[in-house]
């Protein structure tokens, strides 16, 4: 791995040490310095909006298309703090799109060209573009170009072959299986506040790989790293975090620096998450014919908790911890019926509490919320101010940070 460059949000991160890894055994976490969403599970209350065609989170609140309208809502009362509406149009209910950390909204207007952009505190237009589409990142030309998602502009590009990447004339993309991720060959960026990552082949056809990141505010090149094997895994992880995996083998990275923080493989079963803290959350919630399991390990590799994530009565399925830094948040559902519950599990006990659901469990815990089947398949949404989850028959409830 080659580093190129130290930005200063990269000297925030508490010093590390580089990890190597032996086999398929995973390294222990290097611990890093952000604290996580520090949610206060007791104060989890309902919240009650209005009938509206769409809904999803920003960094400030909550947004809804209701009545022709696009308003910003509080999330932990239900009241509008702004509304953007216009005489002669309304917002498409798939036009609505949060970029920028989801500080501002991309929206399109029914019959009318291009899209306008509003900061998501305060509804404000901050800029407005007449192209039909707008990202923070795109490939043009053979050239990453990224864009300022605070004026619409363009920010800086650069050549892919200027980052080691195969020339694309020569190189052309192959279909993206969204079943098989490891098929994965288009070369690609992703934008956040800090840094942009990237991937691509080396050579044409090539199964080595150049992973990489970027100054998101100047384009310089932070670091690089050539992997060889079938590209399977590449996503970012809040805290500036980024996982990729070829071939088997799992690597959780600094984004800003490269610094690896977590090694381990694909291949053994455990779906492995760092933590805020250091430590690892995992799970082995791949294989049917396995006992499964949700445990903590330290950052030393010891074993802070383990719980079941099946027995005679229910199931759990294990949501993202990502980010949150007190809490694991799952559904419990029962193993012979269909009512389900929310549980939240304290990440330094594993000691969980019934957060939601719509009565008693089968132990015998009582919900601090008593709601509506709550929809397995409408995982949390993590912002700065808390959490929301939707439920299956449009019940909605926040839980807010300490």
Request: net charge negative; proline share 6%; glycine share 10%.
């Amino acid at each position: 791995m080659r580093i190129y460059s130290k930005t200063p949000a990269a000297a925030l991160l508490a010093a590390g040490l580089l990890l190597g890894v032996a086999g398929c055994a995973p390294t222990p976490a290097t611990r890093i310095a952000t604290a996580g969403v520090q949610l206060d599970v007791p104060a989890a209350a309902a919240l009650t909006l209005p009938r509206h065609d769409a809904i999803g989170t920003t960094a400030y609140g909550v947004y809804l298309l209701a009545n022709g309208e696009l308003r910003g809502i509080d999330p932990h009362g239900g009241s509008t703090k702004w509304t953007v509406r216009k005489s002669d149009s309304v917002p498409e209910a798939g036009g609505i799109t949060s970029i920028d950390a989801r500080r501002t909204l991309l929206v399109k207007w029914r019959n009318q060209p291009g899209m306008v952009a509003y900061s998501a505190e305060t509804g404000t237009e901050l800029w407005s573009t007449t192209a039909d589409t707008w990202s923070e990142t795109t490939l043009r030309d053979g050239r990453f170009v990224r864009n300022d998602p605070g004026t619409g502009a363009e920010r800086w590009t650069i050549e892919l072959t200027a980052l080691g990447c195969a020339d694309p004339a020569l190189d052309p993309p192959t279909t993206i299986d969204p079943e098989l991720l490891h098929h994965m060959a288009a070369p690609a960026a992703y934008a956040e506040t800090a840094v942009t990552t990237y991937r691509c082949r080396t050579a044409p056809y090539s199964s080595e790989w150049m992973v990489g990141a970027l100054d998101s505010a100047t384009g310089a090149k932070l670091w690089d790293e050539r992997v060889r094997g079938s590209m399977h895994l590449f996503g970012h992880q809040p805290g500036n975090l980024l996982r990729y995996g070829a071939s088997g083998a799992m690597k959780t990275v600094d984004a800003l620096t490269g610094r690896a923080l977590l090694t381990d493989s694909f291949t053994d079963d455990l779906q492995r998450d760092l933590l805020p803290d250091g430590s690892v959350l995992a799970a082995n919630t791949y294989r049917s014919t396995v006992e499964k399991f949700l445990r903590v390990e330290d950052a030393d590799g010891g074993i802070r908790w383990t719980v079941p994530l099946t027995d005679e009565n229910e199931k759990i399925t294990v949501w993202d911890g990502h980010g949150i830094g007190n809490t694991v948040l799952a559904m419990m559902t029962e193993l012979h019926g269909t009512a389900g519950w929310l549980l939240a599990f304290d990440m330094r006990t594993g000691a969980r509490t019934v957060v939601a659901g719509p009565g008693p469990t089968a132990r015998g815990e009582h919900p601090l919320l008593e709601l509506g089947v709550l929809d397995t398949s409408s995982p949390s949404v993590t912002a700065p101010w808390g959490v929301l989850i939707s439920g299956a028959y449009g019940d909605l409830m926040t839980i807010p940070v300490k």
